[in-house]
């Protein structure tokens, strides 16, 4: 797990603040670039600009070894396939047009190691990423493709396990043992990589054996965590989400005109958990050891990582929730988002999508985040589609997307 260290920034002559190289280039700095600036506590924070690409997900395949209750699949009209050679060659051909190199992860909604030249791909695309991770369900790893990962100097395998019982993971009775092989030949190779990382989708059914899971990082050599929440494809799953109140929260912001309630550090345990759960939904402002509980809503992480998807077709969506056509439940009620692709790159290359005019203007547009709460809202009728909203944005409406209002995570 990479440690954080601190930066300076100092002031010329004339006045002008100058950023360390690694900061302007993580925040997307060029000269003429517009960045948001925000007012915090003790100071101001800077977001980073739309026109730098950070992060790109690739879905090698949207095909899956599995069929899992929770999986989007249940709610999926489209044509499934995998990626073909030339379409990842000119993937890769159009990421060479970029200044700065992004993360690249290997995921979207299939199994990455289904896909029969995955290592390949992975060994491509190290020279043209800054860093590459993949995300697994971990049945089809083998000790070869292990090996292979080592050598390629792969940043990270994040998991996604929903119990350390094998009994609540579909049977998969060899996942552990899959991770603890990584995890052991890691340590013989003398590698610190890839990390090891677990991402639990959280229900009703399994809450509980999360702190098991955290109890097996030393064993299973896992340096990260991710928790997410159930995005309900199917009706009857819709009991089994979490976030009922965090959804009817939303709205809740940091307001002038409420309480300030400043709390120290203190211990979590039986004395204190009733008293500081009714503090932290009584609506004011409420702040930990000076550090603010309300959450940036309205934010979209994807943007906010200069994100893009590109699906296993050439397909560029500005994310992985605009990716495929999909059902989901909301409050109970049945969502329809239809895909949103910018444009493929069997017809222009990546940086040419990247920079089209109608993609910057639906990234500075979500950075802007004036959509209406749909999430905690749930009374219209333009909540069942992303086409329209009561604000009168236009397709793609993010007003009800989990991921932007803090529900839904992904690496």
């Not at 043992?177 to 009703?204: C, Y």
């Not at 709390?263 to 958990?273: A, F, G, K």
Request: glycine share 6%.
């Amino acid at each position: 797990m990479e440690l954080q260290h601190t930066l300076r920034a100092i002031v010329d002559e004339d006045g002008r603040l100058v950023l360390p190289p690694e900061a302007a280039a993580n925040l997307g700095l060029a000269p003429g670039a517009q960045i948001l600036l925000e007012n915090t506590t003790h100071g101001t924070s800077l977001r980073r600009v739309v026109t730098h690409l950070g992060k790109v997900y690739i879905e090698p395949t949207s095909r899956c070894n599995l069929t899992c209750e929770i999986c989007i699949r249940n709610s999926w009209t489209e044509s499934q396939g995998e990626m073909k050679a030339e379409t990842f060659s000119r993937l890769l051909k159009g990421l060479k047009s970029f200044e700065y190199k992004p993360t690249i992860i290997f995921g979207g909604f299939g199994e990455p190691l289904l896909h029969r030249n995955i290592v390949e791909m992975i060994s491509r695309a190290k020279d043209v990423a800054s860093r590459v991770e993949v995300i697994t369900n971990g049945l089809l790893l083998t000790e070869e493709m292990v090996r292979d990962f080592v050598r390629l100097g792969l940043a990270a395998v994040w998991f996604s396990v929903d119990s350390p019982h094998t009994e609540a993971n579909s049977g998969r009775s060899n996942l552990f043992s899959k991770i603890e092989m990584l995890s052991t030949l890691r340590r013989s190779l003398n590698s610190q990589t890839p990390e090891t990382g677990f991402v639990f989708v959280a229900t009703r059914s399994n809450i509980d054996d999360f702190p098991t899971l955290l109890r097996g990082a030393y064993r299973y050599g896992v340096s990260r965590y991710m928790v997410t929440n159930l995005l309900p494809y199917t009706e009857d799953m819709c009991d089994q989400a979490l976030y009922t109140r965090a959804l009817d929260d939303i709205e809740n912001k940091q307001s002038p005109w409420l309480p300030l309630i400043q709390l120290p550090r203190m211990d979590w345990n039986e004395h204190t958990i009733p008293a500081l759960s009714q503090t932290l939904r009584s609506h004011h402002n409420v702040r930990l050891h000076d550090a603010s509980l309300d959450m940036p809503g309205g934010r979209c992480p994807f943007i906010e990582t200069g994100s893009v998807a590109i699906s296993w077709n050439g397909d560029v969506s500005p994310c992985l929730a605009l990716m495929h056509s999909h059902v989901s439940y909301l409050q109970g009620k049945l969502r329809k988002t239809s895909r949103y692709a910018i444009g493929n790159i069997h017809h222009a290359s990546l940086h040419e999508i990247w920079n089209d005019p109608e993609h910057l203007s639906f990234r500075r547009r979500v950075q802007d985040f004036d959509f209406p709460p749909c999430t905690s809202c749930g009374g219209c009728d333009m909540l069942e589609e992303n086409q329209e909203d009561c604000q009168g944005n236009k397709f793609p409406t993010c007003g009800g997307c989990l991921w932007a209002w803090g529900i839904i995570q992904c690496p």
